[in-house]
């Protein structure tokens, strides 16, 4: 689905996926996988929760996951995401560049937990 398109702005564009639930059982940010776009899972970092950073704490839950080097528009597409390992809780930041700072360092963790994992 559409979102704000702030994840593209700031460099790290992201599939906003539809929730079935407001109160997800899980929230913050996590190593993931994509699948049911080209076969194979596609890599990434996601964050489900309220982005308390841009939204604030009364925001309706959201799943953001930025797949590592993916440039193809999918909207409408059915898609699964296997969370595998939650990296940290969700947190607000002072401003966007303290918040783009932690999504480069979310996106390193992610990379070398995925790495590790399929050595």
């Not at 590592?68 to 969700?90: M, N, P, Q, S, T």
């Amino acid at each position: 689905m559409h979102g704000d398109k702030l994840g593209r702005d700031i460099g790290f564009p992201t599939a906003n996926i539809q929730l079935k639930h407001n109160r997800p059982p899980l929230m913050g940010i996590f190593a993931v996988e994509l699948c049911g776009l080209n076969g194979a899972p596609l890599q990434g970092v996601a964050s489900l929760g309220k982005r308390p950073t841009v939204k604030g704490a009364d925001a309706v839950p959201v799943l953001e996951v930025h797949l590592f080097d993916f440039k193809a528009e999918i909207y409408g597409r059915r898609v699964r995401v296997d969370f595998l390992h939650k990296l940290r809780d969700e947190a607000k930041y002072p401003d966007l560049d303290t918040l783009v700072a932690q999504i480069r360092r979310d996106v390193d963790n992610a990379k070398t937990f995925l790495k590790q994992r399929h050595a």
